[in-house]
């Protein structure tokens, strides 16, 4: 990584001195409704129908970003939708990459621009897992799980039920902004209300692949890509379903970690207690990283960690509390994380291990200790830490505790010197990035959210899940605030994903407020 944390330390810390004024807060009887909002919703109200065709329209071109020929027609088509709303749009290319799709909307008058990012690209789906197919849009009557039954979309006729939900993948993951943002100019230019900055959007198509050009092409174009800030539009809204506003992302990085035992399985009732059992190693070396409690255990660990900031104390202390609800959904009685709530858990690193294999279960079981047992690890990490400092500290920790680090299958030669040999495989992630939430831009984007609503919204000083958000900072210069629109239960990145129609309408009037007042 090319940026390092301490630069943004210090922007955070001047950006903070030097706002004075609170958050935007919602008074008990709710904000008054911005004019923008208003508009949206008259304009969405007469217009539900054309909205969602042209939303399934596009969920009909199937959009793995792997596949060039279908990523080239999803380009095409996204590029058709914002021509037709009379912007300047252009792809920006690097070699072996999806286009970015750019359009550009000056605002007459406008001193600032601001950029909103989507990505028009979606996971893989596997037609076996879903009911219906990902690339047939299907309209039903509410959920799949409550037995919904399917609408002809060609048949549809207004008001639609705000509950429907439009099943596709990509639906809510992300091409619904990309609608949602061409409705909202739709709603503000029939209402006669102009943009207040200068419009640009940025949709990617790789995010889905992990954004291996993001950097690239941000790089590239950045003469092009000036703007004053960002506001990234993926994502779900918060699961209470108030609206959403995040600061931060956290980073990641990834290690598969391998331990040996004998060079090949050895009967267990003629060796076991004396070869070395690699499972054994393997889950005692996990339970010295990391507690039940979800706490590392790595020393200096923490160390990295960039205190919160009052203001984003407060924020997470009004985040409306779900964790009993959500307990219940999951299936399980108790949390982890030693009474600490999940908003809170969510502002911490983590060390997750998400896959073990070794030996076999059930009919495959043997008596027998197997030559090898593989972890494989994701970490979250928080501003300011990055991936370089989770792998110096990781290895540290390795070798004080008798391990033998090694890149590649270790031979019979290191097999014979060494008693305790641990391979790691690196991934390579990216840090954590936070937008101090008291700078003006990110109090412009909650008070207009506040005002799109008619209420207060949850502002989330990090979310949970790892986006590329530095990348976009820009060496920590330019904000980046992230604005979702999709239903939390969307099924994101499984079979049967689906959009809200109502989290689509608000969606609308809250980009119209916020192109009509940032
Ligand atoms: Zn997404």
Redesign the pocket.
């Known amino acids: 990584m090319k940026r390092s944390g301490k630069t943004l330390f210090r922007l955070s810390l001047a950006a903070a001195a030097a706002a004075s004024c609170a958050l935007p807060s919602a008074a008990a009887s709710g904000p008054a409704r911005s004019p923008a909002a208003i508009a949206a919703r008259a304009y969405r109200a007469a217009h539900e129908v054309e909205i969602v065709r042209e939303l399934a329209g596009l969920l009909a071109i199937p959009n793995q970003a792997s596949d060039a020929a279908d990523i080239e027609k999803n380009a095409a088509a996204v590029s058709a939708l914002y021509e037709r709303r009379g912007a300047t749009v252009r792809l920006l290319r690097v070699p072996g990459a999806p286009p970015v799709v750019y359009a550009a909307l000056d605002a007459p008058g406008a001193a600032r621009t601001v950029t909103f990012y989507a ?1 028009y690209d979606g996971q893989p789906a596997d037609p076996r897992q879903w009911t219906g197919e990902p690339f047939r849009p299907v309209l039903r009557r509410g959920t799949l799980e409550s037995g919904a039954s399917e609408l002809a979309l060609d048949d549809l006729a207004a008001p639609l039920d705000p509950e429907w939900r439009l099943y596709a993948r990509s639906a809510s ?2 091409k619904a902004p990309i609608v949602g943002f061409a409705a909202a100019l739709d709603a503000l230019k029939s209402a006669g209300i102009s943009p207040s900055v200068n419009l640009r959007f940025f949709f990617e198509g790789e ?2 692949a992990g954004s291996p050009h993001l950097e690239a092409i941000l790089s590239r174009y950045a003469a092009d890509l000036r703007t004053d800030a960002w506001v990234l539009c ?2 779900p809204v918060h699961q209470s379903r108030r609206p959403q506003i995040f600061f931060g992302a956290r980073g990641t990085t990834g290690l598969e970690l391998t331990v040996y035992g004998p060079n090949r399985g050895l009967h267990s009732g003629h060796y076991g207690n004396w070869a070395p059992n690699p499972i054994v190693r393997l889950t005692h070396l996990i339970d010295a990283m990391r507690d039940e409690d979800g706490r590392i255990l790595i020393p200096g660990f923490g160390d990295d960690v960039l205190p919160l900031s009052p203001a984003e104390k407060r924020a997470i202390a009004a985040v409306p509390r779900i964790d009993e609800e959500l307990e219940k959904e999951f299936g399980f009685a108790r949390p982890e994380g030693g009474g600490a709530s999940l908003v809170e858990l969510i502002h911490r690193p983590a060390l997750n291990v998400r896959g073990i294999s070794a030996g076999h279960v059930g009919e495959q079981a043997a008596n027998v200790i197997v030559p090898e047992a593989t972890a494989s690890i994701d970490f979250r990490l928080v501003p300011d830490e990055t991936p370089e400092g989770v792998r110096r500290k990781v290895e540290a920790f390795l070798e004080t505790r008798g391990w033998f680090i090694v890149r590649e299958a270790p031979d019979a030669a290191t097999r014979a010197a060494h008693p305790m040999i641990a391979r790691l495989a690196w991934e390579g992630g990216y840090p954590a990035a936070r937008t101090p939430m008291d700078l003006p831009f990110s109090r412009a984007v909650v008070a207009a959210a506040e005002r799109a609503a008619g209420g207060p919204v949850v502002m989330m000083p990090t979310l949970g899940g790892s986006i590329p958000m530095y990348l976009f900072q820009g060496g920590g210069k330019t904000p980046v605030v992230g604005v979702p629109i999709a239903n939390h239960d969307n099924n994101q990145h499984s079979a049967n994903e689906n959009l809200r129609l109502k989290n689509l309408w608000d969606g609308i009037e809250l980009y119209a407020t916020l192109f009509a007042e940032l």
């Open positions: 990505h993951d992300d995010e889905e993926d994502g």
